[in-house]
């Protein structure tokens, strides 16, 4: 069922997104050649511990996972797609990572992704990372009023393919609000005018997720968790809540540089 939400409810939403933004630039700042990825999920924690918020990460158990996730943030490292569990493992010269976070305060979640590289980045990597970034613009720009949830996905597909890159099925976006996953579903290829229409109100987490290698196989690695490229090619993933309001797509997880 998918839930409408009041311009109240955004505005709640957009403080939830805010301390997630907080969170993921906070985790940008810190990460560098020799940082744990544990490191940095206590990062994000010490920014969620001070907002009041709790995370929606820890402890969620989807039927797909064998274990509660046992961190804040999940954090992919090269050929990890997404749901990285943080480990003990120090950045590399050059790593590519993705950092996804959710926060949950006064009971809105907002949930984010960001991809960046420490060290002396891989121009590859650069172009899969700013194509992430534009997939994910695209999906946003195509969250109107009158436009229909094929037409996201599909923005966001032609982006992908356009620049050679692979697509992970079966994982994507999701509606958004009191719990970090609702209806309806949002897929990173589709077809233009298909699907649900976008009303006023629905709030969704869009994020486009890439393979460098140009195919579409994943797995998931032994702690059931992380999904990982099948070619060993890197993947980028981005991911911001929007509301689809009168006024267009407002991004509820912007970071603003004074944070
Ligand atoms: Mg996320
Ligand atoms: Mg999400």
Redesign the pocket.
Same mark, same amino acid.
């Given at each position: 069922m998918v839930e409408l939400k009041t311009d109240t409810s955004i505005d709640a939403m957009y403080a939830a997104g805010q301390v997630v933004g907080r969170a993921l630039t906070a985790v940008r700042e810190a990460a560098d050649v020799g940082v744990s990825l544990l490191e940095l999920d206590e990062v994000a924690r010490g920014v969620l511990r001070e907002a009041g918020a709790s995370s929606p990460?820890l402890g969620y158990r989807p039927s797909f996972a064998p274990t509660p996730f046992p961190a804040v943030v999940?954090a992919s490292v090269n050929d990890a797609i997404?749901h990285g569990i943080p480990t003990a493992y120090r950045l590399r010269d050059g790593d590519l990572v993705s950092i /996804?976070?959710?926060a949950e305060l006064d009971g809105w979640v907002g /949930?984010?992704?960001i991809s960046f590289t420490v060290g002396r980045p891989r121009p590859a990597d650069t172009r899969l990372v700013e194509t992430a970034e534009r997939a994910l613009a695209a999906g946003i720009a195509a969250a109107v009023v009158g436009n229909r949830i094929g037409d996201i996905a599909h923005a966001i597909g032609r982006v992908c393919r356009e620049a050679g890159y692979g697509i992970p099925e079966d994982f994507g976006g999701h509606g958004i609000g009191r719990r970090?996953h609702e209806d309806p579903g949002v897929p990173n290829e589709g077809r233009p005018g298909r699907g649900m229409p976008l009303r006023r109100g629905l709030v969704i987490?869009i =994020?486009p997720m890439l393979i460098g290698g140009g195919g579409d196989g994943y797995h998931a690695a032994p702690d059931g968790w992380t999904l990982r490229t099948n070619d060993g090619s890197r993947a980028a993933?981005a =991911?911001h809540t929007v509301a689809i309001t009168e006024a267009g797509p407002r991004v509820l997880t912007e970071r603003n540089s004074k944070a």
């Open positions: 990460f999940c997404v /996804d976070c959710g /949930d984010s992704a970090m987490a =994020e993933h =991911e």
